[in-house]
T-cell receptor, first 117, second 109 residues
Framework: GAVVSQHPSRVICKSGTSVKIECRSL??????MFWYRQFPKKSLMLMAT?????????EQGVEKDKFLINHASLTLSTLTVTSAHPEDSSFYIC?????????????FGSGTQLSVL | GQSLEQPSEVTAVEGAIVQINCTYQ??????LSWYQQHDGGAPTFLSY????GLEETGRFSSFLSRSDSYGYLLLQELQMKDSASYFC??????????FGSGTQLTVLP
């Protein structure tokens, strides 16, 4: 089946620094990717929809300037957490749909645990 | 807006059958999905129902009643490895998935 690769799996950074998370579709092209945030024992909250070659669509309450999304190719989307603060510490997960064969199935990356000190 | 409700926790023993319910309120409805997530891992797709009725895939089955805005995931012959969180998710008018808060299933020996 389709595979979505997400890196890094874990990152620890100092407050005020920026962190980039990569999400790649390994064996299919993804014109759209989704970025979620998940707190322990909680639901996946959609942050934004990443569209290849155009601007991302952000959900209400998500700061565009803080969570920068770039989807420059059909297999790569990046999420940059700018000027990270401790409250940004969370589990970030990306997902994509294989429009050719996957139907309604979303394929998820393995997630990135971000800890901001 | 969209909202989904599912139980926060369910406990069952190995070999048993468990049903996880999900009720939803959405603006527009295209389908109901179920995902499994083990601690620290990625969610994995289990099923998708767009029409009323029961879909069976091995030990797992999923049911949908659109008129009742209700669905459930049925897990049979429970195994220890089934201990995980299970999320229902609705595809609404925005064509995006909105996830429920998840049900933590604990399978006891």
């Amino acid at each position: 089946g389709a595979v979505v690769s997400q890196h890094p799996s874990r990152v620890i950074c100092k407050s005020g620094t920026s962190v980039k998370i990569e999400c790649r579709s390994l064996d299919f092209q993804a014109t759209t990717m989704f970025w979620y945030r998940q707190f322990p024992k909680k639901s996946l909250m959609l942050m934004a929809t990443s569209n290849e070659g155009s601007k991302a669509t952000y959900e209400q309450g998500v700061e565009k300037d803080k969570f920068l999304i770039n989807h420059a190719s059909l297999t790569l989307s990046t999420l940059t957490v700018t000027s990270a603060h401790p409250e940004d510490s969370s589990f970030y997960i990306c997902s994509a749909r294989d429009g050719t064969t996957g139907g309604e199935k979303l394929f998820f990356g393995s997630g990135t645990q971000l800890s901001v000190l | 807006g969209q909202s989904l409700e599912q139980p926060s926790e369910v406990t069952a023993v190995e070999g048993a059958i468990v049903q996880i319910n999900c009720t939803y309120q959405t603006s527009g409805f295209y389908g109901l999905s179920w995902y499994q997530q083990h601690d620290g891992g990625a969610p994995t797709f289990l099923s998708y129902n767009a029409l009323d009725g029961l879909e069976e895939t091995g030990r797992f089955s999923s049911f949908l009643s659109r008129s009742d805005s209700y669905g459930y995931l049925l897990l049979q012959e429970l195994q220890m490895k089934d201990s995980a969180s299970y999320f229902c998710a609705v595809k609404g008018s925005a064509r995006q998935l909105t996830f429920g808060s998840g049900t933590q299933l604990t399978v006891l020996p």
